[in-house]
């Protein structure tokens, strides 16, 4: 049995609010750099062996501020390229590609982003994650990483598949935890797990 913590990066700054934002390199708010300093302190107290992180940026950032560098670079790690829909609304998106939004909700996984990445591409990524943490004889590991990253993996680990990944949401800043049994089957223990932010 282990336990894995997928802590999503910080907020970013308020003109990225409600917009995609995968392959677009974009730093912490400084929201989101009190929040980092918030998971330092609940990874405090928690006993870890393995240290996985996204290349991007606030995810680097996020890592360094809560204080648990250095870390393991992985690049399956990084966020979904949603191509031409990056740094768009969804109102934006579904005016101009209403076809490829109702695809996308069908999680088909021939579904390619406009100009960006396939969906199964991505969860094959997601898939390597997954060997790397199955094969690893840590109790406890964390990964730094982004919201597409750990729903797709929150999904895979506790239903075996990547059906419904549409239906988990983690916000920005938040902790969430999988304990893994044998054979890669998993139970979700928690979601979303954020610590207060006290305003100095």
């Keep these: 049995m282990k336990n ?3 802590i999503r990066h910080g907020s970013l700054p308020e003109e990225y609010d409600s917009l995609y934002v995968g392959s677009m390199d974009v730093p912490l708010s400084e929201k989101g750099r009190q ?4 998971i330092g302190e609940f990874l405090q107290d928690l006993k870890y062996e393995e240290v996985y992180a996204s290349p991007m940026l606030r995810v680097q950032q996020t890592l360094e501020l809560s204080g648990e560098a ?3 670079t992985v690049p399956e790690l990084r966020e ?3 191509g031409d829909w990056e740094g768009k609304s969804f109102g934006e998106i579904s005016k101009d590609w209403p076809l490829e939004v109702k695809e996308w909700f069908e999680e088909k996984e021939d579904f390619s982003f406009p100009k960006g990445e396939k969906l199964g591409d ?4 997601m898939d390597k ?3 790397l943490l199955q094969a690893s004889t840590a109790e406890n590991i964390l990964l730094f990483t982004h919201g597409g990253v750990i729903c797709s993996l929150v999904c895979k680990l506790i239903t075996g598949n990547y059906k419904k990944v549409l239906g988990f949401e983690v916000s920005r ?3 969430s935890q999988v304990r893994l049994f044998g054979q ?3 139970v979700l223990c928690s979601l979303n797990y954020k610590l207060e932010i006290i305003e100095g």
């Design 4 to 6: 894995v913590y997928l």
């Design 35 to 38: 929040e980092a300093s918030a």
């Design 70 to 72: 250095p870390a393991l």
């Design 80 to 82: 979904i390229d949603f």
């Design 122 to 125: 991505f969860f094959d990524r």
């Design 129 to 131: 994650v997954i060997e």
């Design 173 to 175: 800043g938040s902790i």
């Design 184 to 186: 890669g089957t998993g």
